[in-house]
């Protein structure tokens, strides 16, 4: 039988399995593709926010790349939570080589506000990692952290679009979901523009949206779909995981990565 695409996640565990390594693979197997993972962190974390954290030595992330990729191989990659600058400069020093298209999802803050990569790590996201992504996936907190500009509305998007991309990234994706109103997202190239806009759920339980999002992307692109075709799939499917997020424990709940199944199962 013919292997699914092959999508390679590299970021940390999420312990309450709505976000992180677990998230990411969660979509991978929904959207049709066989994840794998380099596990780069290991948190204690519920819906009330993250109890722990504590970082791998960066020969662990290499040793788990190496391992899949000379083996398996890649048809795209993903980032997530690094931590810091070492882990950071080792994930780059990684990717530098490989052929497949890498969606870098810039995570510095979790959910619940609890700080997930070292001040200090964002110049090497910055100078290393950004460089080497086909898509950079920022929300309005990571854009802030990165460029120092506060998004207020579209004009401002447009112009942490430009920022960022002056960092060497191909697109970028950024998410403006935290604004007012309809939820919108810029994709650019710094030529061509996509205003994504989609219906704004009044649902409470969106834990995971940032890892579900850019992995939902480097499974289309694994698939050989182009960047906006990519990334318009990619934000349809977890809208409606938005849409269908459920409660769990006291406080934020999970996106419902399994909803197309249970749509045809019923709940």
């Not at 810091?84 to 052929?99: E, F, I, K, R, W």
């Not at 409606?240 to 709940?267: M, S, T, Y």
Request: one cysteine or more.
């Amino acid at each position: 039988m013919t292997a699914p695409p092959r999508v390679l996640t590299i970021a940390g565990s999420d312990s309450g399995g709505g976000a992180g390594i677990q998230a990411d693979l969660k979509t991978m197997l929904a959207l049709g593709a066989h994840g794998m993972s380099v596990i780069t962190a290991v948190t204690a974390q519920n819906s009330v926010g993250v109890q722990g954290a504590w970082e791998l030595p960066a020969e662990a992330v290499r040793a788990q790349y190496r391992s899949v990729v000379d083996d398996i191989g890649v048809q795209a990659v993903k980032t997530g939570m690094l931590a810091s600058p070492t882990l950071v400069t080792t994930v780059a020093d990684l990717l530098t080589d490989v052929a497949a298209p890498v969606v870098v999802d810039p995570v510095s803050v979790s959910k619940h506000g609890d700080r997930l990569l070292a001040d200090d790590a964002l110049d090497a996201v910055r100078t290393r990692l950004l460089p080497l992504a086909t898509v950079t996936t920022p929300n309005l907190d990571e854009v802030a952290e990165l460029t120092g500009l506060r998004v207020t509305d579209e004009p401002g998007m447009r112009r942490a679009a430009e920022r960022l991309l002056s960092y060497g990234p191909r697109w970028v994706l950024v998410k403006g979901g935290h604004l007012p109103g309809a939820a919108v997202d810029l994709l650019t190239d710094g030529r061509a523009e996509h205003w994504l806009r989609a219906e704004r759920h009044d649902n409470r339980h969106t834990h995971g949206t940032g890892c579900t999002l850019a992995s939902a992307v480097a499974v289309g692109l694994a698939q050989g779909l182009p960047v906006p075709e990519a990334v318009r799939r990619a934000k349809e499917y977890v809208t409606a995981a938005i849409a269908a997020g459920f409660a769990l424990g006291a406080g934020i709940g999970p996106v419902d990565h399994g909803w197309r199944l249970r749509e045809l199962g019923g709940r």
